[in-house]
């Protein structure tokens, strides 16, 4: 292992990655397969880990950016595992990158999990790409925190831990009154104490109760539970003391939002008012697409509280919340469509994350609750439309044929996205109707983000669209899928430069 480096020392020595040789297929991956233990000192104000982890999150932290990949791939080379590399670059993120805003540079953590479901869906001579991006990902959010006052993770006060037996209803109180040291101190004494379950149910409460961050905090709460859930429960302390943080981040110029009333916190208000007034056996209702159609036509032109009304209305009248799911998706693929940029990005994004947290949430009112935040939240995601965004509708544009055969048919397609979104849309849309399978443009689009992706977004966004196509009903899974052309990456988008250099340094 190279000679110790301060994080101050490293970061003024790291520099761009540069591109050496041209790209090929990614056969190189191929060469891939423990990590020696270095002693090093841990400065005592700052949060330690797992004895077995810290070395190689310590390696993460003080190796500079520009000889980070290669150094990691020797060590994959002798050993290291997929999930040591999985932990250690969330747990530098954690400790090195401060949660708030909840995104920006904080992304290099949030996007741990969309990572690491890139790497499961994907063949196995491209299932390393997905994590070496991560790990280059940190370095850059790294680089950004130290210039912007290079936070640290403080250790935990441990005289104020309180008992086991106390931790959840602190957690609860300190969350409902916006108290940070008091949630630092029930996050970490629940995470020593309560199960996996116990804490998801808790924290998916709270993550979808403001729209601050446009979503980041529920997308925050499913992500870092499902990177856990990957990485193992032993590393959850950390991870629960950032959510706890994140959950409370506030704007600048707000007080305690506990005693005032802010925009941001009037669904969540009026819905923990209106989840009374679901019937009993809301589960039971059926399926009905033109209950799907008035919800979205809601979505489209109503307020955040017309949404809510009209989920209630709608399960009440028997409806299978299944049709208000579907109408969601297909709302925030129109957000897209319309104007394809950060905020309508994150109206699937956070769709995404609430989606999750109601399919894994054993509680009915939070289950309650997440399906009408997320009702509230599409059209507050609408306001963030300018006069510039088009008149789409994603339930009215019609299939374009294809020039091609089904076998290049991708090709086509995402060749056309480089040119016009809606054209590439509209052939997406085309094939799925003619093909029931849709893994060639699904495994085509992956692929192009391992090559073509620059950012956080082009990961969390890919992999929140091709995780959710199969939880839109087929009345309307082709038309979401469809509207995912409006973002993701382009044949003719250029190259990144990241895969070169990972080709480069598995060479050796």
């Known amino acids: 292992m190279n000679a110790p480096l301060t994080r101050r020392n490293f970061l003024h020595r790291t520099a761009s990655t540069t591109a050496l040789f041209g790209l090929g297929d990614f056969a190189f991956l191929s060469r891939l397969p423990r990590l020696s233990a270095a002693d090093a000192k841990l400065d005592p104000k700052i949060v330690r880990f797992d004895g077995e982890i810290e070395p190689l999150v310590r390696f993460l932290e003080d190796t500079p950016r520009e000889r980070l990949l290669e150094e990691i791939a020797t060590r994959i080379r002798g050993g290291l595992s997929y999930r040591e590399v999985l932990a250690a670059v969330l747990l530098a993120g954690i400790r090195n990158i401060q949660p708030r805003p909840v995104g920006f540079k904080f992304h290099a953590v949030m996007v741990v999990n969309s990572a690491h479901l890139a790497s499961l869906s994907s063949p196995d001579s491209d299932r390393w790409l997905p994590i070496f991006w991560a790990v280059d990902n940190f370095k850059s959010s790294q680089a950004q925190d130290y210039r912007d006052g290079d936070w640290t993770m403080p250790a935990v006060d441990e005289s104020a831990i309180p008992p086991s037996h106390k931790a959840r209803l602190m957690v609860a109180e300190s969350m409902k009154n916006w108290d940070e040291a008091e949630a630092d101190s029930a996050a970490t004494a629940l995470a020593r104490s309560a199960g996996a379950q116990e804490i998801f149910e808790l924290f998916a409460r709270y993550g979808q109760r403001d729209f601050r961050n446009i979503g980041h905090k529920a997308i925050y709460v499913a992500n870092g539970w499902r990177t856990l859930q990957a ?19 506030r704007d600048r110029n707000e007080d305690n939002p506990a005693k005032n009333d802010y925009a941001s916190d009037r669904p969540w208000r009026r819905n923990t008012r209106l989840v009374s007034q679901i019937r009993a056996d809301w589960q039971a209702g059926k399926v009905d697409p033109s209950a799907a159609t008035e919800m979205l036509i809601t979505l489209r032109q109503g307020s955040d509280e017309d949404a809510a009304k009209k989920a209630v209305e709608l399960l009440n009248r028997g ?28 109206s699937v994004t956070a769709t995404n994350a609430l989606h999750f947290a109601y399919q894994n949430s054993g509680q009915d009112e939070t289950r309650r609750l997440l399906l009408l935040q997320n009702a509230s939240f599409i059209p507050l995601f609408r306001s963030r439309l300018n006069n510039q965004a088009k008149d789409y509708q994603i339930d009215r544009f019609e299939p374009l044929p294809l020039k091609s055969d089904p076998a290049h048919a991708a090709d086509e397609i995402f060749a056309d996205a480089s040119q016009d979104r809606l054209t590439a849309a509209r052939k997406a849309l085309s094939y799925l109707k003619e093909n029931a399978n849709p893994k060639p443009l699904i495994d085509a689009a992956r692929r192009l983000v391992f090559l073509k992706g620059t950012d956080s977004h082009d990961y969390k966004f890919s992999s929140a669209v091709l995780e959710d196509y199969r939880h839109v009903s087929p009345a309307w899974r082709d038309r979401y899928l469809a509207s995912s052309l409006f973002y993701l990456r382009g044949s003719g988008a250029a190259d990144n430069k990241l895969v070169t250099r990972i080709r480069e340094a598995l060479k050796g």
């Not at 590393?235 to 981040?249: I, Q, Y």
């Not at 409806?319 to 109408?327: F, G, I, M, R, V």
């Open 231 to 249: 990485i193992g429960w032993q590393h959850a302390e950390p991870v629960l003391r950032s959510l706890a943080f994140a959950l409370l981040a």
């Open 319 to 346: 409806t299978a919340p299944q049709s208000l799911w579907d109408a969601m998706f297909d709302a925030a693929g129109e957000l897209l469509m319309r104007q394809p940029g950060i905020a309508t990005l994150h």
